[in-house]
């Protein structure tokens, strides 16, 4: 599975199981059929099964940072981990899990442990916070062989200068499902705006 093949990872909040669905659905006709359901809700499980029916959706699970939330998660459809940070322990139950895992990494010692444990492309966040597309590009210089997925803080008016860098992977991002349309049901509206991304990023590589 490759995870970064859309370039663009929409990072998915929802307080209700009922919203499950349609948002999965708008990602899908937005052109964007890979989500990562943070685990900062109680609904988060519920809405990885939901969605993990959808046809054509690739649903994962982010802010992973103990490890029985890898077996909730496998329980309920997960096909991958997203960690905001470096756990061996988290990355081991991944692999035993069969599923691949994008960890978190922001300093050169994390990177470093990341390499140490085979891990070639980390989650690079709050990216905003440590130094955005010039922190990434200093990273980058001794770490040649490492991708970034910066994530915290993307929108559509700096997708093009982080995908531009050609150690980035793919982004990260949840400004495609703001909470107030799905408040609203506003589904199209997300669907609109995963559209906006897609071609965003078409134009940036
Ligand atoms: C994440 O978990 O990856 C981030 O919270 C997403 O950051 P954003 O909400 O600023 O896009």
Do not use: H
Not at 80 to 89: D, I, M, N, W
């Amino acid at each position: 599975m490759d995870l970064f093949a859309y370039k663009i990872i929409p990072v998915v909040v929802l307080q209700n199981p009922e919203d499950a669905r349609p948002v999965g659905e708008a990602l899908v006709a937005g052109g964007l059929p890979i989500a990562e359901v943070t685990f900062r809700t109680e609904a988060a499980a519920e809405c990885v099964s939901i969605m993990s029916e959808i046809e054509g959706l690739t649903v994962g699970v982010g802010t992973v940072v103990a490890l029985p939330q890898i077996e909730l998660a496998v329980e309920a459809g997960a096909q991958f981990f997203v960690s905001p940070g470096l756990r061996p322990e988290l990355i081991r139950e991944a692999r035993l899990a069969g599923k691949p895992i994008l960890p978190g990494a922001v300093t050169p010692s994390e990177i470093m442990e990341a390499l140490s444990l085979g891990i070639t492309t980390v989650k690079f966040f709050p990216a905003n916070l440590y130094g955005g597309v010039a922190g990434i590009k200093a990273l980058a210089a001794p770490f040649t062989s490492m991708r970034f997925v910066p994530t915290g803080g993307i929108s559509p008016a700096n997708i093009t200068e982080y995908l531009s860098l050609s150690c980035v992977a793919a982004l990260g991002g949840s400004w495609m499902i703001p909470p107030a349309l799905v408040a609203a049901g506003d589904f199209e509206g997300i669907t609109k705006l995963c559209r906006q991304a897609v071609e965003l990023a078409a134009a940036a590589v």
